[in-house]
């Protein structure tokens, strides 16, 4: 029973990231979101009581979603530090491409709106999944002696920025090249930055 | 009338610390009158040093011993390691009274072949200098004085004393240092201190603290019965450790601004996740000094 | 040739007695515990000391603290990085390393002194349990401020890390009453101001109290008048109650720190550890009776002038210093200002210093020299001087150290070792 609750849910979280990619998070309503998965509106609010509860459930989604892949990947020990980063931006670019509305609602709606999230995810709460395969990523990566030891944002601001504004680039169909062929470069160029200079 | 038990305590290379915190023990009195100390580095003993290892009729229940094993390091003209395996099966118990005598400590450093009374550091002996008499360790540089004298008064009260595979109490190591910390809030809540010399904050992530990977009382049971280090504003360094002093003093190591070592057993994925959740929050009552108004 | 195994002192100590017409005429000094600190130290980050230093004695393990945390400030200041100590944390540092000469004061007049001279007399030594309460008190003064006691690490450069409250001062407070209590009732019974105005010891001999006990009974033994040595006095560290000064035939105030020359004398073929110190090539006493002397106390200049340097100048001057202390402890908690900060972060890399630094502190047993020296943040070298060095270390039948001296040509070796004992043995420290 509580299976099925759960999976419903997610049913309605990926509808709603749709529908919110299509016409936008302030435009689309309850009722809309309720008709697309053919279900009454007062049935809506038995799996999430408003729209900023919503909201936040999908970007808690979203934060997992992106952490179990990244998590494979961390917990893949015959990859070297530079080819997990090849992964992480494959995985990440190849979401961008299959789930465009995943990203979309990151970058669009959660970054850009802060107000919804201010009560319910203060700092990077909601993304927290997230955050931490990030820091198992650089923890191990400088353990090993590959990336440079430095502040911890320096280094998630330089590759997530990086990805996002490649994202944000194609999504808005200004790059001219498919954006996985960026992948091998942007790799060279992650991996350049972090690295540490001082190895053996 | 229960007969008291005969109690004999000698020293390897050691610095006096661990007799000298036993000094410390406010029940003194009750304690003596409890046992028979046949001799004690400090205290006025009824026998000479030199009797007490040289002849062999003379037994006791407990011995304790201070300080590391060191064969180039003599008291009453004997080696230690030979004073040392003069009581094995002589003395019912051994107690390793500090770091040094139960894993080698601070003087193990210069040399390979110093070490505690069953380990060096981590690694147990190749050669065991003890096969016949129980040991019990009690780590600590020193070893706090009321964990040493209650672990006496269960011996003399034959009361079981479970160890664990170090050979040391459970009741009293299975703690973590953490536990009992005044500073435990601020670790809950990621309020970090910002620099030595502050009642506030927590001293895990710049001040180098081990308390979370240390396994002690220190914070259950007060030093001096007023205080402990991490009360007091120092880092505990994790002087019970075997591998003490092997440990980064004053700092803690980082990679990427993460805790290169993290709270006993605890998975770093869990760790990260909790901390970066509750460093989120701002929470007014611990930002603020404690007497501010 | 008579070998004499001196032990209840720090650590152990062999006396080997030449005698010549039943007199003593020449007494190695061997102590046989060389542990290496200085080595442990080499190549560990320059903090380390904090932690490493005070392993070197239990007994005193703060006043090597204290040696080290100068001896780190002085590099720093070479460095050109000003060192700013706030008040609050120079006289907290100044009370705690008080508090341990304190203790060390008692442990040694009822465990090291009273019951060998009780055995010597025959008589019955004082309890020592009285004592020993009040032990765990002026250690819980230093606890109370320092986290713990022995083997705390709380000075480091630019403060110290607590933060007391008006509470825990208070606290350390009462501690300290009940010490000043138990030295009024059984040490010398009289007040603590009266003792401090105390200008002969003619009115010292008619107090009650261990102290007077045992003064009477040496002279009534005629021991009193034993153990003279040179006469001559050395203070090297800085402090509140105490400057470096050097006396031989009149006081002197300039001491410079870079006439100290640390050597081994070995004899007889073998390696004693225990390496002697002079200044100017000369033997000095180091200690209570040298700082004393140098504060022109007038009860210690008194017996001084009357008896020398003999045992009970000695021991009188060790157990006034008591009094001295208690009473500058209990001025300066009254005197601290808590809203100052503790610790001001001098602004400096540690991981990229050079430089050496030196920092000496008055110990228990007198003057503690750390010598520090960096390279990238890494000690590279350490020597460490302790006052047993200057008192007690090894030299030759022709020019004996200061201890050797005292018991030349006696003729008891059971009395030498009482005179000894006089100087506060600390094996451990010796060769640290």
């Known amino acids: 029973m509580r299976r099925s609750k759960e999976s419903k849910k997610i049913d309605i979280i990926k509808t709603a990231l749709r529908l919110f990619s299509k016409r936008g998070f302030y435009t689309t309503t309850i009722p809309e979101i309720a008709k697309a998965m053919s279900m009454s509106a007062g049935n809506f609010y038995n799996y999430f009581s408003s729209k900023e509860k919503l909201a936040e459930e999908i970007i808690r989604y979203i934060s997992e979603y992106l952490a179990t892949k990244i998590r494979t990947i961390n917990e893949s020990p015959h990859l070297s530090t530079k080819e997990k980063i090849r992964e992480i931006v494959h995985i990440y670019f190849q979401i961008a491409i299959e789930e465009p509305e995943m990203l979309d609602f990151f970058l669009r709606i959660y970054l850009s709106n802060r107000e919804i999230y201010k009560e319910r995810c203060q700092g990077i709460t909601c993304i927290m999944a997230f955050v931490t395969e990030l820091m198992i990523f650089f923890d191990d990566g400088v353990q090993k002696g590959d990336l440079r030891n430095q502040n911890f944002f320096s280094a998630f601001g330089l590759f997530m920025g990086y990805l996002g504004g490649m994202v944000f680039l194609n999504g808005e169909a200004i790059l001219p090249e498919p954006l996985e062929s960026y992948e091998e470069s942007i790799t060279e160029n992650i991996y350049r930055a972090l690295k540490n200079d001082d190895q053996a | 009338m229960m007969t008291k038990p005969k109690v004999i305590w000698l020293q390897g290379a050691s610095c006096n610390g661990n007799s000298h915190a036993f000094f410390n023990y406010p029940y003194l009195k009750t304690l003596l009158q409890a046992f028979d100390f046949l001799y004690h580095p400090l205290l006025p003993s009824p026998l000479p040093l030199a009797s007490i290892v040289n002849d062999y009729s003379i037994t006791c229940d407990i011995l304790i011993f201070e300080g590391s094993v060191d064969a180039k390091f003599n008291r009453a003209g004997l080696s230690s390691d030979t004073l040392l395996q003069r009581f094995d099966g002589r003395a019912k118990t051994i107690i390793a009274a500090g770091t040094c005598a139960s894993f080698g400590g601070i003087f193990s450093e210069n040399d390979q072949n110093t070490s505690g009374i069953l380990y060096r550091h981590e690694q147990p002996l190749n050669k065991p200098l003890i096969s016949q008499s129980d040991v019990i360790n009690l780590p600590g540089c020193p070893v706090h004085p009321h964990n040493l004298a209650t672990i006496l008064l269960a011996l003399k009260a034959n009361q079981p004393i479970p160890l664990d595979t170090m050979h040391r109490p459970k009741e009293i190591y299975a703690h973590t240092v953490h536990q009992g910390c005044s500073r435990s809030e601020y670790f809950e809540w990621k309020v970090d201190a910002k620099s030595f010399g502050h009642k506030e904050g927590c001293l895990f992530y710049e001040q180098g603290c081990r308390a979370p990977m240390t396994h002690g009382n220190c914070n259950l049971v007060l030093w001096n019965e007023v205080n402990s280090k991490p009360r007091a504003g120092i880092p505990c360094f994790g002087c019970t450790d075997p591998k003490f002093p092997n440990f980064s003093f004053f700092h803690t190591p980082k990679n990427m601004s993460i805790p290169a070592e993290i709270p006993l057993d605890v998975s770093k994925r869990a760790y990260l996740t909790i901390s970066g959740i509750a460093k989120t929050f701002s929470i007014p009552r611990l930002k603020k000094r404690l007497l501010d108004d | 040739m008579i070998k004499r ?355 000496i502190v008055e110990a228990p047993r007198g003057s503690l020299i750390h010598t520090i020296t960096l390279e990238h943040g890494t000690i590279q070298a350490s020597q460490i001087i302790t006052p047993t060095q200057w008192n007690l270390g090894n030299a030759t039948p022709q020019e004996p150290g200061v201890a050797q001296k005292a018991m030349l040509g006696l003729s008891d070796t059971e009395v030498a070792e009482f005179v000894f004992r006089t100087f506060d043995i600390c094996s451990i420290c010796t060769t640290h």
């Not at chain 3, 765990?136 to 890390?161: E, L, N, R």
């Not at chain 3, 010292?204 to 002279?219: I, S």
């Not at chain 3, 002697?276 to 106390?297: C, D, H, K, S």
């Open chain 3, 5 to 359: 195994l001196i032990e209840q002192i720090e650590g152990e100590a062999i006396l080997t007695f030449e005698t010549k017409e039943e007199r003593i005429t020449d007494v190695t000094i061997d102590f046989p515990h060389f542990r290496g600190i200085e080595s442990i130290l080499q190549g560990r980050p320059a903090r380390d000391a904090l932690v490493i230093s005070p392993r070197v004695c239990g007994i005193c393990s703060h006043s090597h603290l204290m040696a080290s945390v100068r001896a780190l400030e002085d590099l720093l200041h070479h460095h050109g990085v000003h060192i700013a100590l706030s008040d609050k944390a120079k006289t907290i540092r100044e009370i705690t390393l008080y508090c341990e000469l304190i203790q060390n004061h008692l442990k040694w007049f009822y465990l090291t002194l009273a019951p060998k001279l009780a055995k010597l007399t025959q008589t019955e030594p004082p309890a020592y349990l009285a004592m020993h309460r009040a032990v765990t008190q002026i250690t819980g003064v230093i606890a109370t401020f320092a986290g713990q006691w022995p083997h705390t690490s709380y000075a480091i450069p630019g403060g110290i890390a607590s933060d007391p409250t008006p509470l825990e001062v208070m606290q350390a407070d009462t501690l300290l009453c009940s010490v000043i209590d138990f030295f009024e009732e059984r040490m010398i019974q009289e007040s603590l101001e009266s003792i401090l105005a105390l200008t002969h010891d003619e009115k010292l001999f008619t107090l009650g109290g261990d102290l007077p006990d045992m003064l009477r009974l040496l002279e009534r033994e005629g021991l009193d008048k034993l153990g003279q040595s040179y006469g001559r006095f050395i203070v090297l560290g800085s402090h509140s109650l105490f400057s470096p000064a050097k006396l031989s035939t009149e006081i002197s105030h300039s001491v410079d720190f870079n006439h100290v020359t640390e050597k081994t004398t070995p004899r007889y073929g073998q390696e004693t550890f225990a390496k002697n110190v002079r200044f100017n090539g000369e033997f000095y006493e180091t200690g209570p009776l040298a700082r004393a002397l140098v504060r022109q106390e007038p009860l210690i200049h008194q017996m001084f002038q009357s008896n020398r340097d003999t045992i009970s100048t000695r021991i009188t001057a060790r157990v006034y210093e008591i009094a001295l202390l208690l009473h500058a402890c209990r001025q300066r908690i009254a005197s601290l200002d808590l809203n100052e900060p503790s610790y001001i972060e001098p602004e400096c890399s540690w991981q990229t210093l050079s430089g050496q630094g030196v920092g």
